[in-house]
């Protein structure tokens, strides 16, 4: 169709154009009207025909004249067209308001636009007003004008504030919202989310603050808010449809308008619509109103029974085809700060509801959702119990079905009994890991109660999923116990039983449970002090048999957390029980010495030094390697011998380490911990090598402070065979512990600061004793090669051990730098019988034999060692007694030594030598051989001295 600019043409062809119009509705007017749908598209196709004749006519005129012309002329033309479409203005006003309110009829903006302009005109211009009142009273003319102010088209929302001035002058009950919208056009039209503002502070009545009438008129605007709640939203009937159109009301309208009325109104609406249909036939829009009412009850606070009622509804169980999303929502709305406001009881009972949901709930998001809200609501105890309660009641004596590590699948013929037990899973799961529980040690009491009948199989778990979640939440009790400020240590004692757990260790193979059961053990010790003897070895042993030979990274976990808690508290029990004290941590090495064949190579030394520092290395690092020397020998020997004893299995035996292997560890064990460890373990080494039962002496079976390591290792028992390989390993090892690459050859160093020399006076004191424990030991060692041929028995073993022991003296010797030395060799001669006194001089004979340059401080220990090798010269006599001559001898090559290295330096002392030398060289009865070796040393002094002695020499 062509429209010309010429004015006349224009006036005559529009006429035309609506006379086409006219006479196609009559026609249509005359046909049956049976498919309303139909009718209602052509008449829409009808109307956006004339609306787009008008707008071009408008578009092509420059011509202000013309337009007004043509604006009365296509008027009047409406309204003749209009009036044969519609029957009457109600009609009219609800097909426009169609023509907004319904998406699904795609209207382009334009229409719309023109809509908005059309409407005020109609509504003020109509010469039937009270019917006009009627239309707005009752038709969704507001409603859908508030949508529009929140178009994302300014135009639009131009044009809807325009019609609100308009239709705003018309007595309704809008009026006064028409003209508070209106008073606030410039913001609503600016910005396209400021009308729920708006509306927030007209229905919430904010700007009623300073108003006299506020209570009136605050009872207005809600029944306002009421009456378009109940006429454009939820209806007033049984039968609530939510569409698109309600929807958007109360998520693009009143979005931020959170009143109780408004609550009320919804959640009525909500009943309802959960009564007349079924759960899975509940729509999108249904689940989206749902979401929506559960929302304005968390934000506007209503009373807690309204809000418990709803989420009661909302979290019900569900079908599996039925639509989550209403769940997911509200769980996601579920804060700390929401369940706060529940009372106890209704606390109680929503804890109910979210167990229930998460236990029959199949769907993956909504049980992690549960899980979410479970994890962050604050739980009592006494709700907790309640529920444990009930469930081991329901669970009692049901034997038939089983329960696996993952929830069964709920179907609709399973028993009451199984839907208990997955009931009771889900709230382990969740007290599992809680962390805000009031009173958790009231908790104790039924969890051990319900591992007991587990126990006793009143519960059947083939799996053992069960058991695992008890220990695991019993253990998850421990740890929020022990962070409370006052620890209920009575109450914890009274209600907490390890029995059952200590039982079930025993009789389960599941590593996984063994794991959380050992973990439960070690954080309980604490509380029980008392009992901690009895109970450690359980663990422990437990540990031995099935940790410690696992390479991963969680079971190693455990041991060091058990080794961190159960250690500490057992080394915590009082003085009179220390006796027990040691000897339980002396079988916690036990067990792990017997494990540590089994235990991954590269974790061996991680796991004993993480147990050594936890019992103390000074006391008990030594007794470790006793302990896996006497393993070693013990098992190797009864696997030659074929004998069997207890506890001790193939696998054992064929495990038990080499000597050599064993050495190394050992080794390996010293050099974890400090050079005073190091020397106090050699020192305990030869202390227990000393006291060790031998052929010649039965009556020397009782160690003292061995005794129970004695016991441990079974020193008793053991063959002869068995006890000659312990002891002579015994040697070896000490002779290894003091090999030249050992720590201990750089810990005696020069040092002025007063704590260094503190701290070097008091390891030359202890390595003074390891050198006299030596010496004794060679002693004893001589003793019995003298008994062995006084008696006619092989010598050869005691010869290893006198060579092996001259091998340890050796390397004592060269450890020790010679100002150290010099003040142990002092001190031995002055403080000791003469029992020690050749050895020592002998040692120090070797020592200085090596040469080296001397500072002017080892001048002067030379000189103190010379004066007590001279006392003892004067001192003693010679009747004969061959050691006496030996000591002699041995006196007279030291001094010898001393003059050759130090006489020069130190001449004016050394030359008063002489006389005493010949004096004694002079009495009777000396032997030949003495005075020969003394003969030597005046020779020596002479030599080394020359003319500082010529005034010296006997007359």
């Known amino acids: 169709m062509v429209v010309t600019h010429n004015n006349s043409d224009n006036n005559s062809v529009i006429p035309l154009l609506f006379a086409v119009l006219k006479q196609y509705i009559v026609t249509l007017s005359k046909l049956e009207k049976s498919d309303i749908k139909t009718w209602e598209k052509i008449r829409l196709d009808i109307f956006v025909t004339m609306v787009q004749i008008s707008s071009s006519m408008h578009l092509k005129s420059g011509s202000r004249e013309w337009l007004n012309s043509t604006n009365f002329l296509t008027s009047h033309l409406f309204k003749t067209l209009f009036e044969m479409l519609f029957d009457g203005n109600a009609s009219l006003v609800e097909f426009l308001t169609n023509i907004l309110k319904d998406e699904s009829l795609n209207v382009a903006h334009p229409i719309k636009l023109e809509v908005l302009h059309l409407l005020p005109v109609l509504l003020f211009t109509s010469p039937n007003q009270t019917s006009i009142v009627e239309i707005l009273n009752s038709s969704p003319v507001y409603p859908v004008l508030l949508i529009c102010c929140t178009s994302e088209d300014k135009q639009i929302r131009i044009a809807t504030m325009n019609c609100f001035r308009v239709i705003s002058s018309i007595q309704s009950c809008y009026s006064e919202l028409a003209v508070f919208l209106s008073t606030n056009s410039d913001e609503i039209v600016t910005d396209s989310q400021h009308l729920p503002q708006c509306l927030k502070s007209y229905l919430m009545c904010d700007d009623l603050a300073q108003n006299k009438k506020a209570a009136e008129m605050r009872k207005k605007r809600n029944s306002l808010l009421q009456k378009i709640l109940e006429n454009h939203v939820i209806g007033t009937g049984k039968n609530i449809q939510i569409g698109d159109f309600e929807l958007s009301i109360l998520n693009k309208c009143f979005c931020e308008v959170n009143t109780e009325k408004m609550f009320d109104a919804l959640n009525e609406a909500v009943c309802l619509l959960l009564q007349q249909k079924q759960d899975s036939s509940l729509s999108s829009n249904d689940h989206q109103f749902l979401t929506i009412v559960v929302k304005k009850a968390v934000t506007c606070k209503v009373s807690s029974e309204k809000l418990l009622s709803l989420f009661s509804k909302t979290l019900k169980p569900l079908g599996e085809d039925a639509n989550f999303s209403t769940q997911c929502a509200t769980l996601g709305l579920i804060t700390k700060k929401q369940f706060l406001r529940l009372n106890e009881t209704e606390r109680n009972e929503m804890f109910t509801i979210l167990l229930s949901l998460k236990a029959e709930s199949q769907v993956a998001e909504v049980s992690s959702k549960v899980s979410k809200v479970l994890k962050i609501i604050p739980l009592h105890a006494e709700h907790i119990n309640e529920q444990l309660l009930k469930c081991r009641k329901n669970m009692s004596g049901a034997k038939t079905s089983s329960v696996t590590a993952k929830k ?216 470790t390697m006793a302990l896996l020397l006497g393993q070693r020998f013990t098992k190797s020997e009864s696997k030659k011998s074929g004998q069997s004893q207890a506890g001790l299995n193939e696998n054992d035996v064929k495990s038990a380490f080499l000597l050599e292997e064993i050495v190394e560890i050992c080794q390996s064990i010293t050099q974890l911990f400090s050079v005073d460890v190091q020397i106090n373990s050699v020192k305990l080494i030869l202390e227990f090598a000393m006291i060790l039962p031998d052929e010649f002496d039965k009556n020397k079976k009782q160690g003292g402070m061995f005794k129970s390591l004695q016991d441990l290792i079974n020193v008793e028992k053991m063959s002869l065979v068995q006890l000659c390989n312990f002891r002579l390993g015994l040697f070896v090892l000490i002779s290894h512990l003091l090999s030249l690459s050992n720590p201990i050859s750089k810990a005696f160093t020069d040092s002025t600061d007063e704590e260094s020399v503190l701290l070097m006076t008091s390891r ?123 000591r002699h001898k041995a006196v007279a090559v030291a001094l010898t030594r001393i003059v050759k290295v130090c006489g020069m330096a130190n001449s004016s002392y050394f030359v008063g030598l002489i006389p005493v030398l010949c004096d004694f060289i002079s009495q009777k009865g000396i032997e030949p051989e003495v005075i020969s070796s003394f003969l030597e040393c005046v020779s020596e002094v002479i030599t080394t001295l020359k003319a500082h002695c010529i005034l010296h020499l006997p007359k």
């Open 408 to 623: 069964p699948k709920l179907n609709t013929d399973i028993s009451d009994k199984t839907v208990n037990r997955v009931f009771l899973l889900s709230l382990l799961e969740t007290l599992q890991h809680k962390k805000q529980i009031a009173q958790p040690q009231k908790l104790f009491a039924p969890l051990c109660a319900l591992l007991s009948d587990y126990i006793v199989n009143e519960i059947s778990d083939p799996s053992e999923y069960l058991a695992q979640l008890i220990i695991g939440c019993l253990l998850n009790l421990v740890k929020r116990v022990k962070s409370l400020d006052k620890i209920p240590t009575t109450d914890i004692q009274k209600s907490l039983q390890l029995e059952p757990v200590v039982h079930f260790i025993q009789q389960t193979e599941n590593s996984l449970v063994h794991r959380e059961a050992i973990l439960l053990l070690a954080e309980s010790v604490q509380f029980f002090p008392d009992k901690i003897v009895h109970t450690i070895m359980s663990i422990f042993t437990f540990m031995g048999s099935s940790l410690l030979r696992r390479d991963d990274s969680y079971s190693f976990q455990v041991i060091s957390q058990t080794i961190q808690s159960v250690v500490p508290a057992l080394m915590s029990i009082k003085v009179s029980s220390g006796r027990h004290q040691q000897n339980a941590v002396e079988q916690i090495l036990q067990v792990f010495v017997d494990a540590l064949p089994h235990i991954p190579a590269h974790r061996r030394l991680t796991v004993l030094k993480e147990l050594l520092n936890a019992v103390g290395p000074e006391k008990y690092a030594w007794q």
């Open 764 to 886: 030359m004191e202890n390595f003074q004793h390891v050198l006299l424990k030596a010496l004794q030991l060679d002693q004893q060692v001589c003793i019995m090669r003298k008994q062995s041929v006084a008696m006619k028995r092989s010598e050869k073993y005691y010869d290893v051990l006198s060579s092996k022991m001259v091998e340890i003296l050796d390397k004592i010797n060269q450890l020790l730098p010679t100002g150290t030395m010099l003040l142990i060799v002092s001190r031995l001669l002055e403080m000791h019988s003469n029992d020690v006194h050749l050895k020592v001089i002998q040692i120090f004979t070797k020592h200085i034999s090596y040469g080296f340059k001397l500072s002017e401080t080892e001048v002067n220990l030379f000189e103190k060692v010379a004066t007590h090798l001279v006392r003892l010269v004067a001192e003693q006599s010679d009747n004969g007694d061959e050691a006496m001559v030996s």
